[in-house]
């Protein structure tokens, strides 16, 4: 007989990533408690279980983040500065990158990321505001009429279950779990251009059809050394893998060349481990989100540079992980991990080197960098999920700089996105999506700095959800540029304090929404918690 147990709180947050965390600090800090399932044993999701180092805009370092996700940065900074034994100039650095990746200012190891998310997280569990539930993932669901009542989450050590009862809830997963559970409305894939209009839409909807999740891990070179992996069951088969994209794709997936994202033109990489970021050139792929760089170290901290391997060459799009059984889920979980390891091995034994010789034979998994037997990181990352049929949907029109510029008749030097009156947080990416499992190449467009509408969290019939990471209501060409770390930071706290403030009023987000009064007063409480709900009109955007 399955163990049931039973707990309230005020907010419950299914889902401990970047949003549920942004969500869990709001809702405490705000006087509410809180409690938090994550699937696994690590919260942070894009940060840590997922091994993600940040995708930023280009002016994090000065503006364009919450005064939280600021902090955040801040505190890994310190944590190197702490724990680590720096050199003097890079203890010196304010600006200290660990990894001198190129995808990001800040390109730093997954368990720091744990640990300073632990540290911001650990007043309010201390306190008794937050409860987490780790390794507890959410199975089903009840609700009557508009309102969900609970949701019921198994814990995966034991199989215990527990019933989490509570006013509010937030959908903070990776996949948009709750929402099938729940009965909530929601959409999946690409949506026809008839339906949103978009320049870039499909001219039918493909629910099917969403972006390739990543299983990254990460390596680092040892010279002289063989750390050679045990051939991949499934080696030969994506070793010779041509994906029939559409516009195509140069060759086989396993190679140094990649299609250009923006161009789709053939684009030719360089790998060399320990190299510049650009090698001549060629992008040297190495460096790209290279997490540790030993010159900012005294002598031996590192054997060598590690980086974290998230590329095109292993990206999963044979299957998709929103609908099917969870059978169905798990087979395309083994085939996607057998993808990165079948992609190590080439690197280790076959891949082309600038000298005309093959194979890095050094290479070593590192295991120990994401916690996990099997090397490879403790949950795929996941670009695309389950979306919430929202009050509001971001569109294309609302956010590419091109069709910002045709629809407003403005030049490229003073065009802005458009205005959304309920704003609840601000956000800037291109929208940049990967190869998808409908077989489409790059999407990848200029947009601009961006709000976030109130109404992109609100379902349009159920009043007790808030949506809190990639569930929003984006389109599947918007989510491209809504779903990177600040981004989804900014949704998960604004999220998690509209959840308080709506308690506190005896209000429902879509009340506030609808109403100039309450919407104004949620505005003023984002602002005094360091919730910008515009950009700055003077940045150079």
């Not at 169905?328 to 390891?341: G, I, M, T, Y």
Request: proline fraction near 7%; include cysteine.
């Amino acid at each position: 007989m399955t163990q049931r147990n039973e707990w309230r709180a005020e907010v419950v947050i299914i889902g401990g990533g970047v949003g549920g965390c942004a969500a869990a600090l709001a809702a405490t800090r705000a006087g509410a408690t809180v409690v938090m399932t994550e699937e696994t044993n690590w919260i942070g999701g894009q940060l840590t279980s997922q091994a993600v180092p940040p995708d930023e805009h280009p002016w994090i370092e000065q503006y364009g983040c919450t005064a939280s996700y600021r902090a955040y940065r801040n505190a890994v900074r310190q944590y190197y500065r702490d724990h680590y034994p720096l050199t003097p100039a890079a203890h010196g650095n304010p600006y200290l990158n660990p990894g001198s990746g190129g995808v990001s200012r800040l390109c730093h190891e997954p368990r720091v990321a744990l640990a300073v998310l632990r540290q911001m997280l650990a007043p309010a569990v201390s306190g008794g505001r937050l409860t987490l539930l780790t390794e507890h993932k959410p199975v089903a669901a009840e609700a009557e009429g508009d309102r969900i009542r609970s949701v019921t989450v198994k814990c995966l050590r034991t199989g215990a279950e527990t019933v989490l009862h509570g006013p509010v809830f937030i959908d903070a997963t990776e996949l948009g779990d709750v929402l099938p559970l729940a009965g909530v409305e929601f959409v999946t894939g690409f949506e026809a251009q008839s339906e949103t209009d978009e320049p870039h839409g499909a001219p039918e909807a493909q629910p099917d059809n969403m972006q390739a999740i990543t299983c990254c891990f990460a390596v680092d070179y040892i010279e002289g050394e063989d750390h050679t992996i045990e051939r991949p069951e499934q080696y030969e088969r994506w070793r010779d893998w041509v994906p029939e994209l559409s516009p195509p794709w140069p060759g086989k997936m396993l190679d140094w060349t990649m299609s250009n994202p923006v161009t789709l033109d053939p684009r030719p990489m360089a790998f060399v481990p320990g190299g510049m970021e650009w090698e001549g050139d060629k992008y040297n792929l190495w460096a790209y989100r290279r997490i540790a760089d030993p010159s900012h170290f005294v002598p031996g901290t590192y054997q060598g540079e590690i980086s974290l391997i998230n590329w095109p060459q292993h990206d999963y799009l044979d299957g998709i992980f929103t609908t099917g059984s969870e059978e169905e889920f798990q087979r395309n979980l083994h085939d996607a991990k057998q993808l990165s390891l079948s992609l190590l091995y080439w690197m280790q034994t076959e891949a082309p080197a600038a000298d005309g010789g093959t194979g890095w034979k050094g290479l070593r998994l590192r295991r120990d960098i994401v916690g996990t037997a099997d090397g490879l990181a403790k949950y795929p990352y996941i670009r695309e999920a389950r979306r919430i049929q929202a009050e509001f949907t971001v569109l294309e029109q609302h956010v590419s700089t091109e069709a910002r510029m045709e629809i407003t008749d403005t030049d490229r030097d003073t065009v802005r996105a458009a205005h959304f009156p309920d704003s609840v947080g601000i956000g800037a990416y291109r929208i940049d999506l990967h190869p998808s499992t409908g077989m489409d190449n790059y999407i990848d467009v200029s947009s601009l700095p961006f709000q976030i509408p109130l109404g992109a969290l609100i379902p349009r019939r159920v009043e007790n959800l808030l949506a809190a990471c990639k569930n929003i209501g984006t389109t599947h060409i918007t989510n491209g540029c809504y779903r990177v770390h600040p981004c989804e930071w900014n949704i998960g706290e604004s999220a998690g304090l509209t959840a308080v403030y709506t308690l506190r009023k005896g209000e429902t987000a879509r009340a506030v929404r609808s109403t100039p009064k309450l919407l104004v007063g949620l505005q003023q409480e984002l602002g005094r918690a360091g919730i910008p709900v515009e950009w700055p009109r003077l940045a150079p955007l």
